[in-house]
């Protein structure tokens, strides 16, 4: 759902629990692949200049004022979903992340340390497996079958993908639902597969899913 078509009275502001100082925690997510990007705080005002305009806008406890997300850097974020919690005491956005970047320091997202180690934060699961393939891409290894594929090409990429769809229809038609589970799995990873062969982002695809789910 886009936020033009989410009314800002369907958040009520005066019904979230700030804490004693008046804030409340956000938690700022990718709509598209479920990363969590970063988390901020919010107060009464904040969060209204956020649903009146539709990107967000926080509170900052050191500098004591309003800011809006990406003004300096251009990495504004679209608020595409709002959502707040059982207690009312934490916010849930989901954005549209200008640019692709969310953290000061230039990371896709503020989560993306590991035991001081930079790593690419989580998503769901078909971007994680989009990602391996991607890195199979960049750095072959002769022992992997993912680049045995990448190096045959459409032939051999397209080829797979025909053979599981064949065998996505006969689980089917077996009514075998553990089979239908494994013989999708197949077909998903050699779709991204062909993907990553052709350079198109999974991105892309979401994009193309979320304008056919509005």
Known sequence: ?????????????????????????????????????????????SLQKTLDTGDTWFWSRSRSQFWHKGETSGHIQKVRS????????????????????????????CFHQVHGTIVAPPADTLSQVYDVICDR???PSPESYTCKLLAGGDNKILKKIGEESAEVVMACKDDDADGIAGEAADLFYHTLVALAHHNVPLKDVYRKLQERRR
Do not use: K
Not at 10 to 28: E, F, K, W
């Open 1 to 45: 759902m886009s936020f033009e078509s989410f009314p800002s009275e369907a958040i009520a502001v005066d019904a979230i629990q700030y804490n004693d100082r008046g804030l409340v925690p956000a938690i700022i997510q990718d709509y598209l692949d479920g990363t969590v990007l970063m988390m901020a705080w919010m107060n009464r005002e």
């Open 82 to 109: 709002l959502r707040y919690d059982c207690d009312s005491d934490a916010l849930l956005i989901t954005v549209e992340q200008i640019g692709d970047i969310a953290c000061h320091t230039g990371e896709r997202s």
């Open 137 to 139: 891409r960049d750095n």
